[in-house]
């Protein structure tokens, strides 16, 4: 009896396939049943092979031995998946497997992820495609029963082999260019890079910017504030008051605009992201995790995706899953709530995988019984699902225009018509524990009820007053505003039919974000992500090309028309080996001065005892800046380890101000007890430096050599 041998992403998907399809028996690495074997991949199971494998040239940086541009492509298994590669090797090859279907998931990496192990495992079994968005066990079936020719989905492996190899050659090549130059490890990525650049292009921003004083006249009129525009001067400001309550305001139009605000989508990845650093202050890589477990959990749907709808086949579920959701989340008790699920169904607005919304097995479970965060992230997911199929905002918008002594003055206002979605936003963010981060828009900043004005209506000597403000700088980026801004970058140059738009994907935004800042080029202070100074110079010696999201913009243009058929893969190639080689040929020398711009600016411990020069901390001592003077204090000295003393900083740095530094518990080798004392720098100016020491016992001051 022959078997279909099924090969999903990730061991939880293929569980999932597994059940859909009858298949029961574990096995070390695949499940079995019912004619299938279905196995995983465990991501990228097999990669392009480093630099080194092709050659030992390539083993050291060095200029010299750039550009690498690779004729035959080497690959790789990654080392901690080698059991699982063996496993779906074997299982290809097995006698009774009569073909393999590609369950991997639907999209350009999906694709590349499973070609890559079908090629490197050497099989030639004929090949199948599952494609499909959603995991529910009808769709799983219905997929199954309209599988698609592999050969079908050539042209879109060859854009995703294209975006792999690309990403490795200007990846591996900038990075060791500019590393080699500077004397420093600088990681340069077609994504990495412009993100990198936006975080410099803000901390400059505010670095940059001027704070400017200005004015507003305020009139109260029926217990509402007019204002007048920005008013620079202060005397003017002055006299503009003085001149309106000594004359009359009148009303010279009011217009009334009936507003609605749509309730917002459900999630993506992203803007899950960027929800829950606003709300809970999580990094995006927290919640890209929190979502993760609860996936694997089944709570939550598929987490790596970059669309708001749902498949138009999932209406039913949607309505059951609101309703679970309306019983269950506390927010909604007493809440009057009508769904309209059919705005949320859109199967043309959903490549990968349909948005992120809580799942059925809701049903039987304990939302207490979870982690906190994990409780937070369902929550949030569960809440958005029901603010995206209620009913809109309602709202009627009131702007009356006043003149008094000849200006111009503005009342603004709004009146509730239907609260509808933002009801159940203002009952959810009532059970947060903090307050989250706010978000200007013209709504909030409206006040409520504004009087009923008439045209012509007269005010005599209104009450007014000024108040004085100032311009303020952007904001840092938090990841909040950082993913909104890299989702957006160079959409207005990408091909509307582009899978991936903006920088990085869904999946991998948190990624190189962290990247950034575990490569010290951005760190985080609270919620904020300011660049450091090696990220700031990085930004500055990189040409234009590599910091634009241009670059990413033309790509997927490219590899969308390649992945259609429509372009050859090869000519995109040859495109990126000539940029490579024209970048490297552009730097091949720097000056002494510009090698030095990475170089790390050590903290001076204090000044030299001896020549006045700046003292820093070495690996093992505190050294002289100057190289003629012989001054060094070396952490090792016998006279500290006698005392069990560490030589810290803080003790070299008061020994060097005041020639003396206070220690605690000071062991002394002659009586064999511990004392507070005092170590003195008794330096004779020889080669080694002399300390003494002064303890306080019984009033009275003993010198110890």
């Known amino acids: 009896m022959s078997e279909i041998l099924i090969v999903a992403e990730k061991p939880s998907v293929a569980a999932t396939i597994a059940a859909a399809l009858g298949a029961k028996e574990k096995k070390e690495g695949y499940i079995a049943g019912n004619g299938y074997l279905v196995s995983w991949c465990v991501g990228h199971l097999v990669q392009l092979a480093e630099a080194a494998a092709y050659g030992e040239q390539y083993k050291k940086w060095s200029y010299d031995s750039l550009p690498i541009l690779p004729q035959k492509w080497q690959y790789t298994v990654a080392a901690d998946k080698g059991k699982q590669f063996k496993i779906l090797k074997d299982l290809m090859h097995r006698a009774d497997v009569s073909e393999v279907v590609n369950a991997c998931d639907a999209g350009r990496e999906g694709e590349l992820i499973f070609r890559f192990v079908y090629d490197v495992a050497g099989c030639k079994k004929p090949m199948r ?34 975006r792999a190899k690309a990403d490795w050659i200007i990846g591996i090549n900038m990075t060791r260019l500019f590393s080699c130059l500077y004397g420093k490890t600088l990681n340069v990525g077609r994504v990495q890079t412009p993100t990198l650049k936006m975080l410099v292009d803000r901390d400059a921003a505010i670095t940059t910017f001027k704070k400017e004083k200005y004015y507003h006249v305020r009139l109260s009129l029926s217990g509402v504030e007019a204002a007048s525009a920005k008013i620079h001067a202060a005397d003017e400001a002055g006299n503009l008051k003085a001149a309106c309550e000594a004359a009359q ?35 995006a890589k927290q919640t890209l995790d929190l979502a993760q477990a609860l996936y694997e959990k ?33 927010f909604m008790q007493g809440a009057d709530f009508t769904p309209e699920i059919s705005r949320l169904l859109d199967s043309k607005k959903v490549s990968d995988h349909h948005a992120i919304i809580p799942t059925m097995e809701l049903t039987k479970t304990d939302l207490a019984a979870l982690p906190e965060s994990e409780r937070n992230i369902l929550t949030l997911a569960g809440a958005r699902l029901l603010m995206a199929c209620a009913e809109p905002h309602i709202f009627e ?31 959810f963010m009532a059970t947060l524990k903090k307050k989250a981060d706010t978000e200007d828009d013209e709504e909030n900043a409206l006040s409520l009820d504004v009087p009923p004005f008439a045209e012509g209506q007269t005010f005599d000597n209104p009450q007014a007053a000024v108040t004085e403000h100032f311009t303020t700088p952007p904001k840092p980026h938090n990841e909040a505003s950082l993913l909104s801004a890299m989702e957006r970058a160079g959409n207005e140059e990408t091909d509307p039919d582009a899978e991936r738009r903006g920088l990085g994907t869904p999946a991998t935004r948190a990624a190189i974000i962290e990247k950034l800042v575990k490569g010290g080029f951005v760190e985080r202070k609270g919620k904020q992500l300011i660049p450091t100074k090696s990220g700031i110079e ?29 372009a050859d893969p090869d000519s995109f190639m040859t495109g990126i080996e000539t940029m490579t080689r024209e970048l490297v040929s552009t730097y091949p020398f ?21 020549c006045g020069a700046n003292i820093y901390e070495g690996r093992k001592n505190y050294y002289c800046a100057n190289r003629d003077c012989a001054f060094t204090m070396w952490k090792n000295d016998r006279f500290f380890e006698e005392r069990k003393v560490t030589f810290s900083p803080k003790i070299a740095a008061a020994l060097l101000k005041d020639g003396k530094a206070k220690v605690k518990k000071l062991y002394s080798p002659k009586t064999g007890k511990t004392y507070d004392g005092t170590i003195l720098l008794a330096d004779t100016g020889g080669k080694y430096v002399n300390y003494r020491i002064a303890i306080q016992r019984d009033r009275e001051v003993t010198q110890q050599a």
């Open 538 to 566: 990085l930004v500055c010696v990189l040409p234009e090309v590599l910091t634009s999201p241009q670059l990413t913009a033309d790509w997927e243009n490219n590899l969308t028309q390649i992945a259609k058929g429509n």
């Open 249 to 283: 305001a009148v009303c010279t139009s009011v217009t009334r605009e009936k507003k609605t605000v749509a309730p917002p989508k459900l999630f993506d990845l992203t803007s899950l992201q960027r929800e829950a650093n606003r709300i809970y202050g999580y990094t």
């Open 129 to 162: 495609r599952l494609w499909i968005s959603s995991m529910e066990e009808s769709a799983i079936k219905a997929g199954f029963a309209s599988l698609k020719g592999g050969k079908e989905y050539d042209p879109l492996y060859s854009s995703a082999l294209c």
């Open 397 to 427: 918008a009131v702007t009356a225009f006043f003149s008094c002594a000849g200006q111009e003055f503005t009342a603004k206002g709004k009146t509730m018509l239907a609260e509808g979605w933002k009801g159940l936003e203002r009952r």
């Open 298 to 330: 089944k709570l939550l749907t598929y987490p790596r995706t970059d669309s708001s709808y749902l498949t138009d086949d999932m209406g039913g579920t949607a309505a059951q899953i609101a309703a679970l959701l309306a019983g269950k989340l506390p």
């Open 590 to 610: 720097l000056s002494d001065k510009e090698k030095e711009r990475f170089k790390e600016e050590k903290p001076v411990i204090g000044k030299c005892p001896r």
